[in-house]
């Protein structure tokens, strides 16, 4: 499998509701990554998890939370969402934490309204 | 910490035509740069990288080339095709930090007439 999956494509929800986004990825890879992106603006950085552990968290609002269960998924908690949080949100993952650079692989998102 | 700048942020080439991309980075410890190609309603997907050892790499109609004294990179596409519409993001990483976060540009729409 080489592939990042996200469910679901698409989610609507109200700013009362509490959803959840899911990540998958079986390549062995050991960063994950949780990134917004509006449209027509490139993809900008929510949360790192490296080896199961957050190691980054770019000062997102805490109605998200990440959550990251075993090595190959990657949740992202909404809860009291607003408007404006509506956007695409994308999941990507490399196989190194640390060290040499190497290619993050991005899922196909989950597509986001927030009513 | 590291900006990444891009440009032109729209361009228009007649089919066959190449297509040139330019982006500066800020961080002379950046030494990652790849490029990504996102389709409407798709996911970004890696189209060619290249690291600070490297001037140029090329896979067949894409080539980057990385000036690290000047700390530009560009892309380049030669014979464009309709289906190379899209829009492109560089980025730059450095090697070696925690969690290596990329920094994107601002991105470029390419339109291919034909």
């Known amino acids: 499998d080489t592939e990042v999956t996200q469910t679901p494509k698409h989610l609507v929800m109200g700013m009362t509701n509490k959803k959840s986004l899911k990540c998958e990825q079986h390549?062995?890879?050991?960063?994950m990554y949780w990134y917004k992106q509006k449209a027509k603006k490139p993809p900008e950085l929510m949360f790192v998890y490296s080896y199961e552990k957050l190691s980054i968290n770019e000062s997102v609002p805490s109605r998200f939370s990440p959550e990251c269960p075993n090595s190959s998924l990657l949740n992202l908690h909404l809860h009291a969402l607003q408007p404006e949080d509506s956007a695409l949100y994308l999941c990507a993952s490399r196989l190194r934490t640390s060290g040499m650079s190497d290619t993050q692989y991005f899922g196909p998102g989950t597509r986001l309204t927030v009513l | 910490g590291e900006n990444v700048e891009q440009h032109p942020s729209t361009l228009s080439v007649q089919e066959g035509d190449s297509a040139v991309i330019k982006c500066t980075y800020s961080d002379s410890a950046s030494n990652y740069f790849p490029w990504y190609k996102q389709e409407l309603g798709k996911r970004p997907q890696l189209i060619i990288d290249i690291r600070s050892n490297v001037g140029e790499k090329k896979d067949q109609r894409i080539a980057v080339t990385l000036n690290k004294t000047a700390k530009h990179f560009s892309l380049h596409i030669t014979e464009t095709q309709p289906e190379d519409s899209a829009v492109y993001f560089c980025a730059a990483s450095q090697g070696g930090s925690y969690g290596n976060k990329l920094v994107f540009g601002a991105g470029t729409i390419l339109r291919v007439k034909s």
């Open positions: 390549m062995g890879h050991r960063a």
